[in-house]
């Protein structure tokens, strides 16, 4: 009998409904992944550095010129002047980064308060250091911060917060003034680390404003911000990210980071860092790009039966089916519109520890061509 670590982790729901999709032929909209591809250039330019030879170690830190570039990002966007050499760190994606983090930081008996509904990677890092999640719901219909909640769940043991925005699974933003909320609350308490989990930075949409804990000096001061280059460039599978912190806490993650992986894949590294450089605007762009996809799919699924609002962020969509199937749970309601109906999507509820009893929404994912979106909407129109 092995020991498990981890006695209650499974296979997670995003690989279920992948092979679900994959097995009954349906459309996948619930992992979240582009179906078209990365800029030409980019990927072009990952060839070009295998064929140069960039293929041994990479700096444990991260490439210097793709660390420089993330700080020319940080600089121009967030107006944080963060050092490449001893507050920027490059990942091999940010649920490493998110891995690492948590590692060194929580000790066993740590508490680490996270919002419901929260990306699944939290918990079983946060069990693995030893320490325990408190779950603390975000208040419906907007996913916002009870902020009396999380006043009241501070306890001497708190040493973690995550926070997540722009929020999977729902798209809701902090606002600047969530952040001046989140700082009052912390005063007097130093031994509180944030980890601000911030990979859909740049998927912000209707002209709203992400407001990054790099905006914030006093947050920054006790944050350690991860980003995606998956996210932002749509080659998730390239598992590049990165972690933007003040020197101690970078200190700290590179610590244990270098034992994780040591380094992340070089000539993806000396790929992007030659992106950013000759297309810093992609990042401009991309609310552009992701909120045309938004609109198109909303508008279509505006002659269904399933009811949302329009996410500000992310490329994410909720949608409550209860005018639909309201005698089915999301899980089955999920799997029920991948076999009958040809659409894979995501049940909420598994983003929560204890997920409210009257909870009907599902996840769908629009970082889609439009042709695929368009077919899925007809389908699920004829819901
Ligand atoms: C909220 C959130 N954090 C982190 C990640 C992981 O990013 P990466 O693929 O770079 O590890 C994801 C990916 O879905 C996510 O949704």
């Not at 170690?57 to 050499?85: F, H, I, N, S």
């Not at 070089?266 to 992106?275: E, M, R, V």
């Not at 762009?285 to 009811?307: H, V």
Request: proline share 7%; charged share 20%; hydrophobic share 40%.
């Amino acid at each position: 009998m092995i020991h498990s670590k981890l006695p209650h982790v499974g296979t997670t729901i995003f690989t279920t409904m992948s092979q679900l999709a994959t097995q009954v032929g349906a459309i996948n909209l619930s992992q979240g992944f582009p179906d078209f591809d990365g800029p030409d250039a980019l990927r072009e330019a990952v060839g070009r550095h295998v064929m140069a030879g960039h293929n041994q170690y990479a700096p444990m830190t991260g490439l210097p010129a793709l660390r420089e570039q993330v700080a020319a990002k940080v600089a121009r966007l967030y107006g944080r002047q963060a050092k490449a050499d001893t507050e920027i760190t490059i990942t091999p994606g940010a649920t490493q980064a998110i891995f690492c983090a948590i590692q060194a930081l929580v000790s066993p008996g740590d508490e680490v308060i996270v919002f419901d509904p929260c990306y699944d990677s939290y918990e079983p890092s946060v069990q693995l250091a030893g320490g325990r999640c408190v779950h603390l719901p975000l208040s419906l219909p907007d996913f916002a911060i009870d902020w009396q909640r999380l006043q009241d769940a501070l306890t001497p043991r708190t040493r973690l917060i995550i926070l997540n925005s722009p929020h999977n699974p729902s798209g809701a933003l902090l606002e600047r003034a969530d952040l001046e909320r989140l700082a009052s609350l912390l005063r007097g308490r130093e031994d509180i680390y944030l980890l601000s989990d911030e990979v859909y930075e740049h998927l912000v949409f209707d002209g709203r404003e992400h407001a990054s804990l790099l905006r914030h000096d006093e947050l920054y001061a006790r944050a350690l911000v991860v980003s995606s280059f998956g996210k932002t460039y749509h080659v998730t599978g390239w598992k590049t990210g990165y972690v933007v912190a003040p020197p101690a806490l970078t200190a700290e993650l590179r610590k244990v980071h270098q034992y994780v992986s040591f380094t992340g894949v070089t000539p993806l590294q000396w790929a992007l860092a030659d992106y950013m450089a000759a297309y810093p605007q992609h990042v401009d762009e991309l609310p552009d790009f992701y909120q045309a996809k938004r609109d198109l799919f909303c508008g279509l699924l505006a002659e269904s039966r399933l009811r949302f609002t329009p996410t500000p962020s992310t490329y994410f969509q909720l949608a409550d089916y209860s005018a639909i199937r309201p005698d089915l749970d999301d899980v089955a309601m999920s799997q029920w519109l991948t076999r009958e109906h040809g659409v894979a999507c995501i049940p909420v509820s598994v983003f929560y520890q204890t997920p409210p009893a009257d909870l009907r929404l599902v996840r769908f994912c629009f970082a889609k061509r439009e042709e695929t979106l368009r077919q899925a909407a007809e389908k699920l129109c004829a819901v």
